[in-house]
């Protein structure tokens, strides 16, 4: 029974250190300026096509290619 007391106070006291911890501890995030250029594409030139846009002529469908022939 003496052990048991000594445990649920261990358990409390562990409760107690962690709460504490996150309450006064210091858990502010770090704060730095980022910068990264971004590249917007609006005006000349297109944006490259998908490799699924360029698959070649009659290759996906052989229903259609049968019904051609």
Do not use: C, N
Request: charged fraction near 20%; charge should be negative; glycine fraction near 10%.
């Amino acid at each position: 029974m003496r052990l048991l007391k000594i445990v649920i106070v261990l358990v409390v006291l562990a409760f107690l250190g962690l709460a504490g911890y996150a309450y006064f501890g210091d858990m502010a995030p770090r704060q730095q300026e980022v910068r990264q250029p971004v590249d917007l594409q609006t005006g000349g030139a297109q944006p490259p096509a998908t490799a699924a846009a360029e698959a070649p002529e009659g290759a996906g469908d052989d229903a259609d290619s049968d019904a051609e022939q």
